[in-house]
């Protein structure tokens, strides 16, 4: 026992007591990722295993050319999402900029949603700042644009707040910005007047020599009330400290450390998570906080990481888990039961559609996710809500049902009539562009509901993915109809939990079903437009395995070679685009900075439905 002392004493001396000390819970590593999972971005769902049953849908779809299709200014740049739920309603916002990051003009933006999945048309809360007349800009300053960590507050007396940052450009964070603005969102969808909550302490800003008063200058009392109430807020407002750091001490943090996200764990103590995987905790609702610390297990960027405390009673973080320069891809969620250790990395959305226009450091992917914080709302069905910008054009939000789930015990038999018409899918991982929508439709009847995909996208696909029993030989059977021929097309595979495609089916536009068998192409027959096709496929998935097809009970395909060899199968996917593993663009060599051709208009609409999905399996 003394040599074992000795030896604890001798190695304190060498490397430090906080080796010695360091403790996955305390100070020194807040958070811990357990799991096993690697990420490897080939396919850009990272061969991760899907969290059952997440719903991605498109808010906003970008249009320079028609702008009335987008947001009626035909800017291309947008990024920096926020999410509330309030008054039975989501609120959305996020900040856009003609073609560039950091480059003025700028705005912010808002849209709204009674159900996360059908989004009114965005329109402008805090337009671009145009300084009083006579007002110098500030030495280095090439303009005003819109930047912010956090879009809204709902206050204790139930005001809502919409909030966002003036900075100047090309910095947002450099001494020549202005202050935060702050408007009240009122219950019949207008806003009222803006003001400023705070001017930034890094110049010398106030009412004379900016556009907007104070918030004290409002003859709401209830505004008012909301607005001290926020700066009260310790953690709410420490989401500001990028943007201006305040006075010495003013906030408890004293490292560079970028776009906060906050949760309560279960032993009270507050974890919050930055930029670039770092962290740190609080025992005192962020009065003062430990020193952010790097965590050793959470591979992340310069993209945002989210925590939050589930309908569940769990945890979890979401975040993009690689270090790749401009692609950040996927989003997955990690989670845990003590908001101390997380586990079962999952993926949330996995694609990464072309990116439409160019723009300064528009990195590929879903990024910058933020859920909705402990005092923004919470929605009533059970599901954790994120929001995330594509390509920093594009807007979207994730549903993701609780208990988050890696896979499915038991065979599935799924015909839709139980569904809501235009809802949530039960159970399906869904991916709905605005112009290739995902939904259950009263087809051929309200009685006989289907799954419609429907694709007007000229660079994107409507996909559905539906999870089953992992084994290595599966029985799956659907039916499916074609409402066209010589437009379009229609990609089945069957899955294994890495991403691999064994089994892989095409509706072609030329009117012919084919078949991958092995390296070549068969062509299996002839469809027809509005005809109903029974499709059974026999998957023995072993490193050699087979695979049969029968249609409408006759065998077209019988031990055809795999495309990829695997060891079991746990997914059937529907997809009306072809397979696609690159983010990079493909334009024209000589214009790389031209619009992809086409990209603001639809195209003639192909649409599938499904019905009568079963699928069983067994090792």
Not at 203 to 218: F, G, I, K, Q
Not at 375 to 401: C, H, I, Y
Not at 585 to 598: I, S, Y
Request: include cysteine; charge should be negative.
């Amino acid at each position: 026992m003394v040599r074992f002392a000795a030896f604890l004493i001798l190695v304190s001396t060498v490397i430090g007591t906080s080796a010695i000390d360091a403790q996955t819970g305390t100070e020194h590593e807040p958070i811990r990722y357990i799991g096993g999972e690697s990420i490897d971005l080939t396919p850009h769902e990272g061969r991760l295993r899907y969290a059952v049953g997440v719903a991605n849908y498109q808010t906003f779809r970008a249009n320079r050319t028609h702008p009335e299709l987008a947001e009626g200014h035909g800017w291309t740049y947008n990024h920096a999402p926020a999410l509330a739920y309030w008054n039975d309603r989501f609120y959305q916002e996020f900040l856009s900029n003609p073609v560039d990051e950091h480059i003025a003009p700028g705005h912010t933006l808002v849209t709204t949603s009674p159900d996360g999945r059908h989004w009114a048309q965005p329109q402008v809360v805090f337009p671009a700042y145009e300084a009083p007349p006579g007002t110098p800009m500030p030495k280095g300053s090439h303009g005003y644009m819109m930047h912010q960590r956090m879009g809204f507050y709902v206050a204790p007396n139930g005001r809502l707040l919409v909030l966002a940052f003036y900075g100047h450009a090309e910095d947002p964070f450099g001494k020549g910005g202005i202050g935060r603005v702050v408007r009240e969102a009122y219950k019949d969808g207008t806003y009222g007047p803006i003001y400023f909550i705070k001017y930034t302490t890094q110049a010398d800003w106030n009412e004379s020599n900016t556009s907007y008063p104070l918030y004290t200058r409002s003859e709401d009392a209830g505004f008012v009330e909301a607005c001290d109430a926020l700066l009260a807020d310790r953690l709410m407002t420490l989401q500001w400290y990028d943007e201006d750091p305040g006075p010495v001490g003013h906030y408890p943090i004293k490292s560079d450390v970028e776009a906060l996200s906050y949760y309560h764990r279960k032993d009270g103590k507050v974890v919050g998570l930055w930029k670039w995987s770092f962290a740190a905790l609080s025992s005192d609702e962020g009065k003062t906080f430990s020193t952010p610390v790097k965590l050793p297990t959470i591979t992340m960027d310069g993209a945002k990481i989210w925590g939050q405390r589930t309908d569940d009673g769990r945890y979890a973080i979401i975040y993009n888990p690689t270090v790749h320069g401009e692609h950040r891809y996927p989003l997955a969620v990690a989670t845990g039961d003590d908001g101390i250790l997380f586990d079962h990395l999952l993926l949330v959305y996995a694609e990464v559609p072309p990116r439409r226009f160019f723009g300064r450091w528009k990195d590929y992917g879903p990024q910058y996710n933020r859920g909705i914080e402990e005092v923004n709302g919470n929605p009533p069905d059970q599901a954790l809500w994120d929001t995330f910008s594509v390509n920093k054009e594009d807007m979207w939000v994730s549903r993701v049902p609780v208990p988050v789930r890696s896979g499915v015990d038991g065979p599935v038999a799924d015909d839709f009539n139980g569904e809501a018409s235009g809802g949530h899918v039960t159970d399906w991982n869904i991916y709905s562009p605005l112009w290739a929508p995902v939904q259950v439709v009263e087809f051929p009847s309200a009685a006989d509901k289907s799954l419609e995909l429907r694709d007007e996208d000229p660079y994107d696909y409507a996909r559905a993915i539906r999870v089953f029993q992992e084994g290595t030989r599966a029985e799956i059977t659907f039916r499916v109809q074609a409402a066209q021929t010589g437009t379009g097309l229609l990609d089945i595979e069957a899955v294994d939990h890495f991403g691999n495609r064994p089994v892989r089916l095409r509706f072609d536009s030329d009117g012919k079903i084919k078949a991958t068998k092995g390296a070549e192409t068969v062509e299996l027959q002839s469809y027809q437009a509005n005809q109903w096709y029974e499709i059974s496929i026999s998957v023995e998935a072993t490193p050699f395995g087979h695979y049969a097809v029968t249609i409408d009970g006759r065998e077209v395909l019988k031990e055809a070679a795999l495309a990829e060899s695997v060891l079991s199968v746990e997914r059937l996917s529907f997809r009306t685009g072809p397979y696609r593993d690159q983010p990079t663009r493909q334009t024209d060599n000589e214009a790389p900075h031209a619009p992809l051709p086409g990209g603001d208009d639809r195209v003639a609409p192909a649409v599938f439905h499904f019905d009568d999905v079963r699928a069983s399996s067994e090792d």
